[in-house]
């Protein structure tokens, strides 16, 4: 079976004690890149055999060697500068760190770090290595547009033409590293469902539904030319830092895109609460795709009880086949560096009983 398999998991995982520790003695200058390295070489080598421990068919690093979802990526394209922001974005009670990007030359690719993450996860699992990256919407749909310097840009088009090809450079990169399971986190697209984002592109000078459109077609543009055995799913999240959301809405205003345009294999979808609405956009599931449902939290430490996933299995399969549905977390269990809030126990229940009630439904 080709992946998303029926027990998966978004990607990140909390960032260990250890880990983190590494991390502050790292920006205290205390111990160098290469002492950090072992430290994060040695917990990925943990929480893989954890994952494999578990039955997960495929693992992840956790993205245990960056700071943030997206931005570590996006710092490593060419063109791109770190930026800092008078102000974090807001989150439901909560502020982010003040991080961003500028657009100081023209976007391309000529390498990258996580090339050699991912090789350091293929060489260290006999499970599938899943690599996650954001998707391309994630270097312009924060609610301020990033700065782009005009001398290098005169027009967005003409961006977000190099953006497609960059990302295109990107993916095909990984697939020659050996990547056959990439995942492209795609937070801009589900913040199209919620009224208030809306408003906050309108009032920018963005429309809404221009910009489903353009990044469902970055997306396509992104992976055109990958190989045949390699499968590409998205991950659709209203936001995941400690804890808390950016945004609410049903997919029904993006479902025309989300399933009839955008060319992936498959979608880990936000299904953990009221904020991400019904099941019936289901309905438009193509026949040659399945959805990865989130519907166990990765915001609380409650652990949801078998019955009440089967339960929601259940409700789901109203609207699209159950060959077609697989189960997961709504999203990671770190976003950032920060972590949501519950202990490493109560992670590692809830992916042990992703797959105990996957093996139920599925066998």
């Known amino acids: 079976m080709r992946p998303p398999f029926r027990a998966d998991h978004v990607g990140s995982l909390l960032r ?7 991390r502050e003695q790292h920006a205290r200058g205390e111990i160098d890149s290469a002492a950090l390295a072992a430290v994060e070489d040695a917990e990925i080598e943990r929480v893989v055999a954890r994952q494999e421990a578990i039955g997960l068919k495929a693992v992840t690093d956790g ?35 003040a991080e961003g990007v500028r657009i100081a030359g023209r976007l391309g690719f000529s390498g990258h770090a996580m090339l050699d993450h991912f090789r350091f ?10 690599m996650t990256i954001p998707a391309p919407s994630a270097i312009y749909g924060r609610p301020a547009r990033p700065p782009i310097d005009a001398d290098v840009y005169t027009d967005l088009d ?3 033409v190099d953006l497609g090809r960059t990302y295109r450079e990107a993916v095909n990169a990984f697939a020659d590293a050996g990547c056959r399971y990439l995942q492209l986190d795609e937070v801009f697209i589900a913040m199209l469902c919620d009224e208030g984002y809306r408003r906050q592109m309108l009032e920018r000078g963005d429309d809404p539904d221009t910009l489903l459109r353009l990044y469902g077609s970055l997306i396509n543009t992104a992976i055109a030319d990958v190989p045949d055995d390699m499968t ?6 209203r936001g995941n830092f400690r804890s808390t959301f950016m945004g609410a809405g049903g997919y029904d205003a993006v479902q025309e895109v989300l399933f009839g345009e955008i060319a992936v294999d498959g979608y880990f979808m936000e299904y953990d609460d009221d904020r991400s609405g019904s099941f019936e956009p289901l309905r438009r599931l193509p026949k040659d795709k399945r959805v990865v449902l989130g519907i166990v939290t990765s915001k609380r430490g409650r652990l949801e009880s078998r019955d009440d996933l089967l339960r929601r299995i259940d409700e789901a399969a109203r609207f699209a086949d159950l060959d077609q549905l697989c189960l997961s977390c709504q999203c990671g269990f770190a976003s ?6 519950l202990s490493e126990d109560e992670q590692w229940a809830k992916l042990d009983r992703i797959v105990e009630v996957a093996d139920e439904v599925w066998g």
């Not at 996860?121 to 599938?128: C, E, G, N, P, S």
Request: glycine content about 8%; proline content about 3%.
């Open 232 to 237: 590409i799913t998205m991950h659709l999240c």
């Open 121 to 130: 996860l293929q060489a260290h699992t006999k499970r599938v290595p899943k």
């Open 63 to 97: 993205e245990f060697r960056r700071s943030w979802w997206h931005l570590d990526f996006l710092w490593g394209l060419d063109g791109v500068e770190r930026n800092e922001l008078s102000q974090g974005v807001k989150f439901a009670g909560v502020v982010t760190r």
């Open 16 to 22: 260990p004690a250890a880990l983190k520790e590494a």
């Open 336 to 341: 950032t560096e920060e972590g949501n809030v």
């Open 158 to 160: 003409a961006f977000f």
